[in-house]
């Protein structure tokens, strides 16, 4: 469809010229002698060229009406040679840009094409926010469980404050999604929401990366840099793995917490930032803190409104939720012609102890469908990565409920090697073992070293 022009000019004459320059460039044109004529038109136009100087109502005044009715219509104001002062009146009202008179038609054309663009990819970006929004409502992060239904609870009384938030739980669990599900409720969804993953950042890295870094601070260092912080300013800054942050940062941190103001590396000069801080832990925090790894007063002031997720495993009864909803939306994005999940699989799912928790339960589904068959996810399409066994366990819960020995050992081993990053000698000390002993391990669960 043919974009339309609205034209708000009194001088007739001038307002024909412009009109025909446009539909000669293929623009539909409405035009209108007076602002007040122009406010009934404006909901049909794509573009308002207006000028300033017009009987009645003045351009500036039609341009300030149309803001208040929160009209998105970009506007261009036309004006005389010597009147530039009104102009960027007009632009600090909310003009996108203004045509000095006289104007060319490459101009004209240049300018209304630049406003089309400009509204285009705000449009677009409305609906993304939008699309984001709602990917984050509680009724899209899946859960019918009572723990689930107490989690939607807490975010619903915290996310309206800046209090900081501590989310506690395994890895897997989802509290990367719960983290920005308490930002997209709260007065700064619209601000930014700057995740850092603590584990990946290398210790030597990690003040410049949070925190920035002036020119010539470091070697290499040939500008200078905002850090994460500054970056989400008046936002949300996650904090996912905030175990792992070494001592010497966790003293900079709890300045930010306190008093919200740092320093860029290589600089003396006291930044100021508005941010939410939401971190988030899979170790016991309390035990880092009684071992000396982890500062006391940084664990209270990050312990403000502590968050603890459940486990998958202690929430069964979300997995047919669960594995329904990764079905529908897997199935889609892999063009797969499973349309749905059989009970049978189900019960399968759900007698699985999922160390990998709702990550590993989606990674699962993944597999599953990439190699089914049919249109229904049958039990015997199931892949997982070990396979559950006859439980061997007392009915006291000694062992994890459905696991045995050799599965329980087996998920501490991989959660070693999660927190660890793949590296085999800090895995083998996180387990008490020598890196030989961890090496057989790993060969007899058909692991590779």
């Known amino acids: 469809m043919k974009a339309t022009v609205l034209v708000v000019e009194d001088e007739e004459k001038l307002r024909r010229v412009v009109e025909l320059q446009l539909k000669t460039e293929g623009f539909e044109v409405e035009q209108a002698g007076t602002a007040e004529d122009a406010l009934k038109l404006a909901d049909r136009a794509d573009v308002i060229i207006t000028d300033l100087r017009l009987p009645g ?60 663009e400009m509204r285009a990819l705000r449009d677009e970006n409305r609906e993304l926010r939008a699309e984001l929004s709602q990917r984050y409502e509680f009724d899209n992060i899946i859960g019918r469980s009572a723990p689930m239904r107490e989690i939607f609870a807490t975010i619903e009384r915290v996310a309206p404050t800046r209090a900081t938030v501590l989310l506690c739980g395994e890895s897997g669990v989802g509290k990367d999604m719960i983290a920005r599900a308490i930002h997209h409720h709260s007065p700064r969804e619209n601000k930014p929401f700057v995740k850092i993953n603590c584990s990946a950042l290398p210790e030597n890295l990690m003040e410049s990366e949070l925190f920035g870094y002036e020119k010539g601070a470091f070697t290499g260092a040939n500008i200078s840099k905002p850090g994460k912080f500054e970056q989400a300013d008046t936002g949300t800054v996650f904090m996912d793995e905030i175990g792992d942050v070494p001592p010497g940062i966790q ?172 590296n085999k000698s800090q895995a083998a000390r996180l387990l008490g073992l020598t890196r030989n002993a961890l090496r057989y391990r790993l060969s007899q669960m058909g692991i590779e070293s």
């Open 57 to 116: 109502i003045s351009g500036l005044e039609l341009l300030q009406n149309l803001r208040s009715q929160d009209m998105r219509t970009p506007v261009i104001v036309m004006t005389a040679f010597g009147s530039i002062e009104t102009a960027v009146e007009a632009m600090k009202a909310g003009a996108v840009d203004f045509l000095p008179k006289p104007f060319s038609l490459d101009h004209l054309r240049t300018v209304v094409n630049k406003a089309l």
């Open 251 to 422: 003293v900079k941190l709890l300045r930010i917490l306190q008093d919200r103001e740092f320093e860029r590396l290589g600089s003396n000069k006291v930044r100021h930032v508005d941010v939410r801080v939401i971190a988030a832990t899979n170790v016991d925090l309390r035990a880092a803190l009684e071992q000396g790894e982890f500062r006391e007063d940084l664990y209270y002031r990050l312990n403000v409104l502590p968050m603890n997720i459940p486990p998958l495993r202690e929430r069964k009864e979300d997995i047919p939720y669960l594995a329904r909803h990764f079905v529908r939306k897997l199935a889609k994005d892999l063009g797969s012609r499973v349309e749905s999940i059989s009970d049978a699989a189900i019960e399968r799912l759900m007698e699985y102890y999922w160390p990998g928790n709702v990550r590993e339960l989606e990674n699962a589904i993944e597999r599953s469908l990439v190699l089914a068959n049919g249109e229904v996810l049958e039990a015997a399409d199931i892949r997982l990565d070990l396979a559950p066994k006859p439980r061997l366990g007392s009915a006291d819960g000694f062992l994890p409920d459905g696991m045995t020995l050799d599965a329980y050992e087996q998920s501490i081993i991989r959660e070693a090697l999660h927190r660890a990053n793949n």
